[in-house]
């Protein structure tokens, strides 16, 4: 059975940093590629960032590109994401989620039960 | 980047009847290399994560009923619920994975009337 479990949100101050992780389960980590999908209280789904299974290629959504930083881990089965400089705008429940192909092109088959990210004074 | 655009943003349908959203992207999603729409449909109940229905326009994800079906190609795209269930209340997102970012269309609301 697959599963994620993310960890390592709570509240931050705006300009501060939170890692998160998400631990894999049941599958062949190392063979699938990994993303963060983030949500704002009350809105809808935004796209965060993908990391190939690899780990050779990383991409980011505009709005994170310099701040936040996608890893993983394929070793220990753990996908992470450095979130740096943070602000208000990113507060949000973030999502591990799991590329359903081997190919970076591909939708989110499994996700975890999602961890809150507050970013405030 | 490629905007999605659902509609409606809410939807009020009876028991047993058909549901319809429709979901346009502003740029194309087929990969006319391999014939697949890189388009994806989602389901969030209150409190949940979401759950894949359908990827490649209208391959349904191992599990779902047999009710849901996904239809169309290019930019224009159509999320159906033939019959629909008390369990079905939900909102459904629509997604482009054909270029990055991934985006996801703004969700439509769907409750019973």
């Known amino acids: 059975e697959v599963q994620l479990l993310e960890s390592g949100g709570g509240l931050v101050q705006p300009g501060g940093s939170l890692r998160l992780s998400c631990a894999a389960s049941?599958?062949?980590?190392?063979?699938?590629?990994m993303n963060w999908v983030r949500q704002a209280p009350g809105k809808g789904l935004e796209w965060v960032s993908s990391i190939s299974g690899g780990d050779d290629r990383r991409f980011y959504t505009d709005s994170v590109k310099g701040r936040f930083t996608i890893s993983r881990d394929n070793s220990k089965n753990t996908l992470h994401l450095q979130m740096d400089s943070l602000r208000a705008e990113d507060t949000a429940v973030y999502y591990c989620?799991?590329?359903?192909?081997?190919?970076?092109?591909?939708?989110?088959?499994?996700w975890g039960q999602g961890t809150l990210v507050t970013v405030s004074s | 980047d490629i905007v999605m655009t659902q509609s409606p943003d809410s939807l009020a349908v009876s028991l047993g009847e058909r549901a319809t959203i429709n979901c346009k992207s502003s740029q194309s999603v087929l990969y006319t290399s391999e014939n697949k729409n890189y388009f994806a449909w989602y389901q969030q109940k209150p409190g949940q994560p979401p759950k894949l229905l359908i990827y490649?326009?209208?391959t349904r994800e191992s599990g779902v009923p047999d009710r849901f079906s996904g239809s169309g190609s290019g930019t224009d795209f159509t999320l159906t619920i033939s019959s629909l269930q008390a369990e079905d209340v939900a909102v459904y997102y629509c997604q482009q994975y054909y270029s990055v970012p991934y985006t996801f269309g703004q969700g439509t609301k769907l409750e019973i009337k």
């Open positions: 490649w326009a209208s």
């Open positions: 989620a799991k590329g359903s192909l081997s190919s970076d092109y591909s939708p989110a088959d499994y």
């Open positions: 049941g599958f062949t980590f190392s063979s699938y590629a």
